[in-house]
């Protein structure tokens, strides 16, 4: 069984950063990428950012570019998400997952990711 633990979620205002952390458990996998997704109440899950490992690709979301980086470590499945200039619309449970296979085609896409984590809640004040 795999797990995924998100971890450093909290309570900022505007203007502040927050740096999420997804470790990896259980049994072992090889993934071809991660990301990270967020689900404000009423709302689908949305795609924030991935990256993937090989030639360490990422990708964002238009409306955190510029204010978030990803980062991770495919050696051991593990995902940052470095949050800058936060905005109460950020605010957010952050989902990260894990993706297995070639990772041929895009990583926005939350159906084509195997592994998630149970979030963690990221509350930004105005």
């Known amino acids: 069984q795999v797990q995924l633990v998100e971890s450093g979620g909290g309570l900022v205002q505007a203007g502040d950063s927050l740096r999420l952390s997804c470790a990896a458990s259980g049994r072992a996998f090889s993934s071809c990428a991660m990301g990270w997704f967020r689900q404000a109440p009423g709302q689908e899950r949305e795609f924030v950012a991935a990256i993937k490992w090989t030639g360490a690709t990422r990708a964002y979301a238009d409306s955190v570019k510029g204010r978030f980086t990803i980062s991770g470590d495919n050696a051991d499945n593990t995902v940052y998400l470095q949050m800058n200039s936060l905005k109460p619309e950020d605010t957010a449970v952050y989902y990260c997952?894990?993706?297995?296979?070639?990772?041929?085609?895009?990583?926005?896409?939350?159906?084509?990711?195997?592994?998630w984590g149970q979030g963690t809640q990221v509350t930004v004040s105005s």
């Open positions: 997952a894990a993706r297995l296979g070639a990772c041929s085609g895009s990583t926005y896409y939350r159906s084509t990711y195997n592994y």
